[in-house]
């Protein structure tokens, strides 16, 4: 779940005066943890109100009020955004953080709507146009929302770290041989599917392409059949290494705000007749399985 931290004004934040450098320097300690957890996901410290301005909204009018505004304990300082397992762990966090007034402070967490709850009262239509929007903020392609026939695969398959699957590669390098010799001739596409994952430390990669013959492979590559399901299909337009971190802002990022649950299912990259492996662009697309 996200939240939003929020550090109540106070008089000495109103007056516009700044942290010590001992508090400079333990908040900077203290964020670093966040960041170290992963849970800090942005946070900023706010001007006093009186370099503000609010706007208030009665029907069709408009009243603009310049501050500083009184009401002290109603205003806000500062805020983080926080990606948590429960509200009961931003407690905890915030109780570690130092009191960044010389005062009395209140912090107050307020977790925020996700799209699962808006989601009874979205149409299908609604949710993936929300969902776009979603991908655009987080600098990724708009995705398509399709539904694919099943795929019947052959390839080669190893099992890489999670945090170093740099062999991916070499397995391409071994693999692009041996499809000479499945008797399919020249592929017009190849998948790169993620098929198994145990927990967080290795998953199960293979290097495939389509293929319905029966006859016996060769003993390096393996059969792999995914099930016709539907997909949200984004397209990476930068260089090839740099798929993973598209990757991972669509699985961590985009994935748990966007309504949609991914299915259990392998998840693929798909290399279409663009792709020039000399230069590594082009033609590439990163293919998440839907639960229904």
Not at 11 to 36: K, V
Not at 125 to 135: D, G, M, N, V
Not at 200 to 221: G, H, I, K, M, N
Request: hydrophobic share 40%; charged share 25%; glycine share 8%.
């Amino acid at each position: 779940m996200k939240v939003m931290v929020i550090v109540h004004a106070t008089a000495s934040s109103e007056a516009g005066e700044m942290p010590s450098a001992e508090m400079f320097e333990a908040m900077g300690r203290y964020n670093e943890q966040l960041i170290e957890a992963g849970i800090m996901v942005e946070g900023a410290g706010l001007k006093p109100s009186s370099a503000g301005a609010r706007v208030r909204f009665a029907g069709t009018e408009r009243l603009v009020t310049q501050g500083p505004f009184a009401e002290t304990r109603e205003l806000i300082a500062g805020y983080w955004l926080w990606q948590v397992d429960s509200l009961e762990q931003a407690i905890e966090w915030v109780k570690r953080c130092p009191n960044p007034m010389p005062e009395e402070l209140e912090i107050e967490i307020r977790p925020l709507f996700a799209a699962e709850d808006f989601v009874s009262l979205m149409t299908p239509e609604q949710i993936e146009h929300e969902a776009t929007l979603l991908a655009k903020t987080l600098q990724l392609a708009p995705p398509r929302f399709e539904r694919i026939d099943e795929l019947r695969l052959v390839g080669l398959s190893q099992r890489h770290p999670i945090d170093d699957p740099l062999g991916i590669p070499g397995q391409w390098e071994s693999f692009l041989p041996l499809v000479g010799r499945l008797g399919i001739g020249d592929p017009q596409v190849y998948y790169g599917a993620c098929v198994a994952c145990d927990g967080s430390t290795a998953f199960e990669y293979v290097a495939a392409v389509e293929s319905d013959r029966e006859s016996p492979l060769p003993a390096e590559l393996t059969r792999v059949e995914v099930p016709a399901r539907r997909y949200a299909i984004f397209d990476h337009h930068d260089h090839v290494s740099k798929l993973q971190e598209t990757f991972e802002r669509i699985w961590k990022r985009w994935l748990p705000e966007s309504g949609f649950r991914a299915a259990d299912a392998p998840v693929l990259e798909r290399y279409g007749r663009e792709f020039d492996p000399r230069t590594g662009m082009g033609g590439m697309e990163v293919l998440i399985p839907l639960a229904d």
